[in-house]
């Protein structure tokens, strides 16, 4: 099994805001981060609930970029919304980056190449996970939060 990398706390970057936001434009200028730095995008869950005091919504979406052979980079988030009435309501999106080392699992075969997999990652490419991989998908990241707070008004 591949192993995962996380570059986020395990909260993730968390985003909120009270008051006005388009959740359209929101979903909108997310999708087109990911379409424009070629992650595949999946919207593994869309819901949204009608109450008296306004929609409760709740997405959750999910990007990865293949970046070689051996390492992916995931952007995740979950998104909710509550009390969203006429634009305006609660908002709490929590954004995740992680590196997944050896997706195409060719370590997985026997207990030697797992060890061997766990060498190779902890020592040999150490430094370029760390100084390359983690510092790469956490920028996009950053980037990306940056797109979410101008989408919801957060940033001028």
């Not at 919504?57 to 999910?62: A, F, G, P, R, Y």
């Not at 970046?67 to 992916?72: A, F, L």
Request: charged share 30%; net charge positive.
């Amino acid at each position: 099994m591949s192993e995962k990398d996380y570059v986020t706390p395990s909260q993730g970057i968390i985003i909120q805001k009270d008051g006005s936001f388009d959740i359209n434009k929101l979903y909108k200028n997310i999708s087109m981060w990911y379409f424009r730095r070629d992650y595949d995008f999946t919207e593994k869950e869309n819901s949204n609930k009608t109450g008296s005091s306004g929609s409760e919504v709740k997405l959750i979406l999910q990007g990865e970029r293949k970046v070689d052979s051996y390492v992916k980079f995931h952007t995740d988030m979950v998104i909710e919304a509550f009390k969203y009435k006429e634009g305006k309501g609660k908002l709490r999106i929590n954004v995740y980056a992680y590196l997944e080392l050896d997706y195409e699992n060719k370590w997985e075969n026997n207990a030697l190449n797992k060890f061997l997999r766990h060498i190779y990652n902890k020592v040999i490419i150490k430094s370029k996970i760390k100084s390359y991989y983690e510092a790469k998908v956490y920028e996009e990241t950053l980037e990306l939060s940056k797109i979410i707070k101008s989408s919801i008004g957060l940033l001028a």
